[in-house]
Nanobody, 118 residues
Framework: VQLQASGGGLVQAGGSLRLSCTAS????????MGWYRQTPGKQRELVAV???????NYADSVKGRFTISRDNAKNTVSLQMNSLRPEDTAVYYC?????????????WGQGTQVTVSS
């Protein structure tokens, strides 16, 4: 399974960006898809996750500003980011989780830089 992320860039505070990620390869029956972010010296943190049924979960810091969505037919997950703040600056990674009764497999995209200027 390969994950290809796109949509990062430089934006001013208060602006918007939309990240997209497409899974390819043996990318069927994905359970959860999500976005994480990481800044230098810090651990990767959850931003938002969406299940194959459409249930979502967000980090408190992005609630009300970010929206995660998913197209199961196209194996894509998107993150609409509004009202961006300088503290949202990070490398954003998408992931896909496959679960069976016997194992859990997690795949990561390559990361895309989001920079929010003040």
């Amino acid at each position: 399974v390969q994950l290809q992320a796109s949509g990062g860039g430089l934006v001013q505070a208060g602006g918007s960006l939309r990240l997209s990620c497409t899974a390819s390869g043996s990318a069927f029956n994905i359970n959860d898809m999500g976005w994480y972010r990481q800044t230098p010296g810090k651990q990767r943190e959850l931003v938002a996750v969406i299940t194959n049924g459409g249930s979502t979960n967000y980090a408190d810091s992005v609630k009300g500003r970010f929206t995660i969505s998913r197209d199961n037919a196209k194996n894509t997950v998107s993150l609409q980011m509004n009202s961006l703040r300088p503290e949202d600056t990070a490398v954003y990674y998408c992931n896909a989780v496959f679960r069976t009764p016997w194992t859990t497999r997690v795949y990561w995209g390559q990361g895309t830089q989001v920079t929010v200027s003040s």
